[in-house]
């Protein structure tokens, strides 16, 4: 059962709610589908900035779409790993899989480690979140992560190593400033983002009454 976090922009009867992925992709069409009309009516078309603008939150709800997916595929594979007779598994990959048997262990780590809590690969690029769920990665600093973490996490894979390192040298520690401070910019980040859909979903709400009494 998931435990992401979720917001109804608009309640359309019979919607129901579905996985993350499919949210996602519901977002990025409506976000493409707004962006073509506009182009189409030349009364409500966008700006060069505007129009960057929704491309830019297409891409971003894409991507968000498919991290999701390599929670997925990750649960997926380690099924059929349990299933299949030892020795088989990476035959099995290379004739069913369309990505490499190392994409598929990457996708597996992934799903260990977020056993529990799905909903961290939005949170993080696709390649910290590699890093972070391997099996070299501290326990304690990962669980650190996953626990705190509220938001986006604006951080870059050399920092994530860097950050690993120490911790396994001793040099930090969990409750050491530069891992609170990492998690206070994501519970920052992810307070004005929830303002962000807030406003949003409350414009979109507006626009559309105001269709109607029109």
Same mark, same amino acid.
Request: proline content about 3%; some cysteine.
């Given at each position: 059962?998931?435990?992401?976090?979720?917001?109804?922009?608009?309640?359309?009867?019979?919607?129901?709610?579905?996985?993350?992925?499919?949210?996602?992709?519901?977002?990025?069409?409506?976000?493409?589908?707004?962006?073509?009309?506009?182009?189409?009516?030349?009364?409500?078309?966008?700006?060069?900035?505007?129009?960057?603008?929704? #491309?830019?939150?297409?891409? %971003?709800?894409?991507? %968000?779409?498919?991290?999701? %997916?390599?929670?997925?595929?990750?649960?997926?594979?380690?099924?059929?790993?349990?299933?299949?007779?030892?020795?088989?598994?990476?035959?099995?990959?290379?004739?069913?899989?369309?990505?490499?048997?190392?994409?598929?262990?990457?996708?597996?780590?992934?799903?260990?480690?977020?056993?529990?809590?799905?909903?961290?690969?939005?949170?993080?690029?696709?390649?910290?979140?590699?890093?972070?769920?391997?099996?070299?990665?501290?326990?304690?600093?990962?669980?650190?992560?996953?626990?705190?973490?509220?938001?986006?996490?604006?951080?870059?894979?050399?920092?994530?190593?860097?950050?690993?390192?120490?911790?396994?040298?001793?040099? #930090?520690?969990?409750?050491?400033?530069?891992?609170?401070?990492?998690?206070?910019?994501?519970?920052?980040?992810?307070?004005?983002?929830?303002?962000? #859909?807030?406003?949003?979903?409350?414009?979109?709400?507006?626009?559309?009454?105001?269709?109607? #009494?029109?």
């Amino acid at each position: 059962m998931y435990t992401y976090e979720t917001v109804e922009r608009v309640k359309v009867p019979g919607h129901k709610t579905t996985e993350p992925t499919l949210q996602h992709l519901f977002e990025a069409k409506r976000l493409k589908d707004e962006r073509e009309k506009s182009n189409r009516d030349r009364q409500t078309k966008l700006t060069r900035e505007e129009y960057l603008d929704s #491309i830019k939150d297409e891409l %971003q709800a894409r991507s %968000q779409g498919f991290k999701f %997916q390599i929670y997925e595929m990750g649960k997926l594979l380690c099924e059929a790993k349990k299933i299949l007779p030892h020795g088989q598994f990476q035959p099995w990959i290379n004739d069913n899989f369309e990505f490499c048997y190392r994409t598929a262990a990457n996708f597996m780590k992934v799903y260990r480690a977020c056993i529990g809590h799905p909903e961290v690969v939005k949170y993080f690029n696709s390649s910290c979140v590699y890093i972070i769920c391997r099996t070299d990665f501290p326990p304690d600093l990962r669980q650190a992560l996953f626990n705190g973490v509220k938001g986006h996490v604006d951080i870059k894979e050399k920092d994530i190593v860097k950050l690993a390192l120490d911790f396994k040298n001793r040099k #930090i520690k969990t409750t050491d400033k530069v891992v609170q401070d990492i998690l206070k910019k994501q519970r920052d980040s992810s307070l004005w983002e929830t303002y962000r #859909i807030e406003l949003e979903a409350l414009n979109k709400l507006i626009a559309s009454r105001l269709e109607r #009494i029109e």
